[in-house]
């Protein structure tokens, strides 16, 4: 079955990937273009070799951290350089940009959506096919959101191993050697001249903002009063504690405030709760689409249950921002990255602001890990499914984390 042809139907909303030939190749001169002025890659010939070493027509994982806006992006190029068609898995809400235009557009540049938080086993289904067709990529963030954390990869979800231990079992049943390549890339950005003096100023528009007085501290301290003042817990802050005693207070203040946010919606939606044992990110996604595919249902909720689900729907989407907060990650001499990103997060959450901009222009390090061929894993996958997925995704994120670090 062509990915043109699979029916759009088979669930709410779905949409699938319309590869084009020629808006690909337009996007992908442009996208080249646009890099080399603001996130020039650094892509070493070894690396690109491992992803053409690898058997032609064997299913093709690529696996990526997600810590920028920019990496689908870095992926598009990586495309272009191996002249391989990539398909790539992205949430479903960016299909709804532009009144649904930029969702036609992700489509034709080889799309298809998945609902974030919900079973969408349709979307899995069109992944594992894709898988099997081989003689291209099928592309994923694991970590499922944005985290705006460079240097750290943060939990990846199991449905990536699944995926690919899925298409094994079911083309061995026709072609006992066949097997599929799970490939790690790690993306870094680095910022090409000092940032000091444009992160000082941002910090300024945060803090006039917030009604807050610029002082004589460090961008740290800086940082963190701007970010108990978002959390309301200035008074918990203290010039007479050293900046780790303050990270370590505000990030059981970021927890704490997750908590509420979550909290208030599963009181008010009890049979919407998910595994307490679960992260936060997964609990709150979960309701997120179940409030979603209610307020669907036009003619069974009144236009105010509507308004009380989009409400809560923001504030779900606040406490899963707020996993990337992470105080701790601006501790010891942070790097002028470390410090950006952690900017780029306030403006987001102060100026309301969609996508925050990076401070300047940056190099982009992009890293292949050596490929994992799944099909040793095959028996073990079939005897407790559940176990291995969650060792190979631990695995899977150890090893981007390292090519982060190396």
């Not at 963190?224 to 008074?235: D, F, H, P, T, Y």
């Not at 799944?374 to 984390?401: F, G, M």
Request: hydrophobic share 40%; with cysteine; net charge positive.
């Amino acid at each position: 079955m062509k990915s043109t042809d699979f029916p759009a139907n088979l669930a709410t909303g779905f949409r699938p990937a319309k590869h084009s030939r020629l808006i690909i190749l337009t996007v992908q001169l442009w996208n080249a273009f646009d890099l080399a002025r603001h996130n020039r890659l650094r892509l070493e010939v070894r690396d690109l070799e491992i992803l053409k070493n690898l058997p032609k027509d064997s299913g093709l994982i690529l696996t990526a951290n997600h810590s920028d806006e920019a990496d689908p992006r870095v992926c598009i190029e990586l495309s272009r350089r191996l002249s391989l068609q990539f398909t790539y898995m992205i949430n479903a809400e960016a299909f709804q940009q532009w009144h649904g235009l930029y969702g036609w557009l992700l489509q034709h540049l080889g799309d298809f959506s998945v609902e974030r938080g919900g079973n969408d086993q349709t979307a899995r289904r069109y992944a594992v096919d894709i898988i099997k067709k081989g003689h291209g990529a099928l592309v994923m963030f694991p970590e499922g959101e944005i985290s705006y954390l460079n240097d750290q990869v943060q939990p990846f979800k199991t449905g990536v191993i699944h995926m690919g231990l899925q298409a094994i079992t079911e083309t061995r049943k026709t072609n006992s050697s066949w097997t599929a390549y799970l490939v790690p890339v790690a993306i870094k950005y680095y910022y090409r001249k000092p940032i000091g003096l444009i992160l000082d100023k941002r910090i300024r528009a945060i803090e006039k903002r917030l009604f807050l007085q610029a002082g004589s501290f460090t961008f740290q301290e800086k940082i963190i009063r701007i970010m108990a003042k978002i959390l309301k817990c200035q008074e918990l802050i203290s010039r007479g504690q050293t900046v780790s005693e303050q990270l370590a207070q505000l990030k059981e203040q970021v927890r704490l405030a997750q908590d509420s946010l979550l909290s208030k919606a599963e009181t008010e939606y009890p049979q919407l709760q998910a595994d307490p044992k679960a992260q936060i990110v997964d609990r709150a996604q979960k309701i997120i689409f179940s409030l979603r595919e209610q307020s669907r249902r036009k003619k069974l909720f009144s236009s105010a249950t509507r308004i009380q689900h989009q409400n809560n729907i923001k504030g779900l989407k606040k406490a899963i921002q707020m996993a990337g907060w992470q105080p701790e990650y601006i501790g010891i001499t942070p790097s002028e990255e470390r410090l950006a990103e952690t900017v780029m997060k306030l403006e987001r959450e102060v100026f309301k602001l969609k996508t925050p901009r990076p401070l300047g222009n940056r190099d982009c390090l992009v890293r292949v890990g050596p490929p994992l061929d799944l099909s040793p894993y095959v028996e073990a996958y079939q005897k407790n499914p559940s176990v291995l997925a969650h060792r190979l995704t631990e695995e899977l994120r150890d090893s981007i984390q390292l090519l982060l670090e190396k």
